[in-house]
């Protein structure tokens, strides 16, 4: 049976430390940093591990319903989706994810697009 990139890169605590990184990036950003204010950022990396995981072959699942109500009142924009991918994408790479594998990771990510850009750029 194949293993999922998940199992490949190590399983929960690797994908941990790549949203840990990933987070680092994103308070830095100019774009997003300002989403993150105010917010408990131990629980939120614990949910984007488990829904990062998810998408990966983990054991974790996250509805779309689920997504899109947290994600609605954010106000995200394609923009702001952008910066989000290209920060994950950095955050793979400095983790050592092959570039077929930050392919298929941002593919994924990309699939939920509808789900938490939820405005257009004013």
Do not use: C, W
Request: hydrophobic letters at 40%; aromatic letters at 8%.
């Amino acid at each position: 049976m194949p293993q999922t990139i998940y199992e490949k890169y190590g399983g929960f605590s690797a994908i941990s430390r790549v949203v840990m990184t990933f987070y680092e990036l994103a308070l830095d950003s100019d774009q997003i940093g300002d989403y993150f204010a105010d917010v408990d950022m131990a629980r939120l990396i614990d949910h984007q591990t488990k829904f990062i995981s998810s998408l990966l072959g983990g054991p974790a699942s996250f509805s779309d319903e689920r997504l899109e109500a947290v994600h609605k009142a954010l106000g995200i924009t394609h923009e702001d989706f952008d910066e989000m991918g290209a920060l994950l994408k950095e955050a793979l790479a400095r983790h050592g994810l092959s570039e077929p594998d930050i392919r298929t990771t941002l593919h994924a990510i990309e699939s939920k697009r509808n789900i938490i850009v939820t405005r257009e750029a004013a």
